[in-house]
């Protein structure tokens, strides 16, 4: 069965800074990944996937994703973080070889500080 | 074009009552979801149709809960004698076909079991 561990609950980093938030996956099959994002009071929002592929994904907002197999993992960076950003993000992966359903992870709350 | 809307936003029941949460996908859409998010945790997966077809609803936590899409559109998920561990945010996905995996996410509806 699929599933992803998001590793760390909370992450702050800097306007302007880096952010990186982690994602490994686990698949018996070639994984579909995905990342989502929530704003406050907001429905989920696709930022990017991996399906097949190119496995650097570009998706909104100046965010990519790298699917590294050997490392079943599936980072979320963007170069330097806005205030803007401030949300939760989660990374998930799709069942695809049984039907769509997706698998989220518990998700990543990110804080942005001025 | 609208995206998935979901009613009501807001629900508080007490425990023993019958709720019934509705949602619309995006138009022509085939596929639909719903989810369970706890406070604090990633969606859960509930169950998936297909056009009236409920493919999958290896999620439903128990037999209190109950799904329906009879004309392929629209969706009523309802939970049959509320407890308070059904309090979440239950969440409606659509994608346009099947495999299509981009599933647009409607606001949620905040169920409160008092």
């Known amino acids: 069965a699929q599933s992803v561990t998001q590793l760390g609950s909370h992450v702050s980093v800097s306007e302007g800074a880096l952010v990186l938030l982690r994602c490994n996956y686990s698949?018996?099959?070639?994984?579909?990944l995905f990342w989502y994002v929530q704003y406050p009071n907001q429905g989920l929002q696709l930022l990017l996937k991996y399906t097949t592929g190119a496995t650097l994904v570009k998706g909104i907002n100046g965010f990519e994703a790298e699917f590294k197999k050997s490392e079943t993992s599936f980072h979320l960076t963007k170069p330097s973080a806005h205030m803007s950003d401030a949300a939760e993000y989660f990374c998930a992966v799709s069942d695809h070889d049984r039907d769509d359903k997706i698998i989220f992870g518990k998700g990543t709350r990110l804080h942005i500080l001025p | 074009g609208a995206g998935v809307s979901q009613s009501p936003r807001y629900k508080v029941a007490k425990r023993g009552q019958d709720v019934a949460l509705r949602c619309d996908p995006i138009s022509g859409h085939v596929s639909l979801f719903w989810y369970q998010q706890a406070l604090g945790q990633g969606p859960e997966f509930l169950t998936y149709f297909q056009n009236e077809a409920q493919l999958d609803k290896s999620g439903l936590p128990s037999d209190r809960f109950f799904a329906e899409r009879p004309e392929g559109s629209v969706s009523t998920l309802k939970i049959q004698r509320t407890q308070q561990e059904d309090s979440a945010v239950y969440l409606c996905a659509s994608s346009f076909r099947q495999a299509d995996y981009e599933q647009y996410f409607g606001p949620g509806t905040r169920l409160t079991v008092t």
């Open positions: 698949s018996s099959v070639p994984p579909y």
